[in-house]
């Protein structure tokens, strides 16, 4: 059974810090595409950040670059994302994604940036 797990998601206060954790398993994960997703209330999923399998070329969204990394980890099955100087823009539902021959979602983490 393939599971994608996120966790690290809460509220903090603008300016602050949070890193999300995608844990996966079922899969082989060095071989997957491992992306993050944000769909804030009333708006359309949109892509934040992307990793290739081994890590060596990241992409991301402008609004969070300067501000977010995506990392990796695959002898823990694990991609990352660490965010920092968080706006209240950043709120939204957070989700990994990876993509190999099949793509598989995760079920998505709260994030609030509010004081």
């Known amino acids: 059974q393939v599971r994608l797990v996120e966790s690290g998601g809460g509220l903090v206060q603008p300016g602050g810090s949070l890193r999300l954790s995608c844990a996966t398993s079922?899969?082989?994960?060095?071989?997957?595409?491992m992306s993050w997703y944000r769909q804030a209330a009333g708006m359309e999923r949109e892509l934040v950040a992307a990793?290739?399998?081994?890590?060596?070329?990241?992409n991301y969204a402008d609004s969070v670059k300067g501000r977010f990394t995506i990392s990796r980890d695959n002898a823990k099955n694990t991609v990352y994302l660490q965010m920092n100087s968080l706006k209240p823009e950043d709120t939204a539902v957070y989700y990994c994604?990876?993509?190999?021959?099949?793509?598989?979602w995760g079920q998505g983490t709260q994030v609030t940036v509010s004081s």
């Open positions: 994604k990876g993509v190999y021959v099949d793509t598989y």
């Open positions: 990793i290739t399998d081994t890590g060596g070329w990241k």
């Open positions: 079922g899969i082989t994960f060095s071989n997957y595409f």
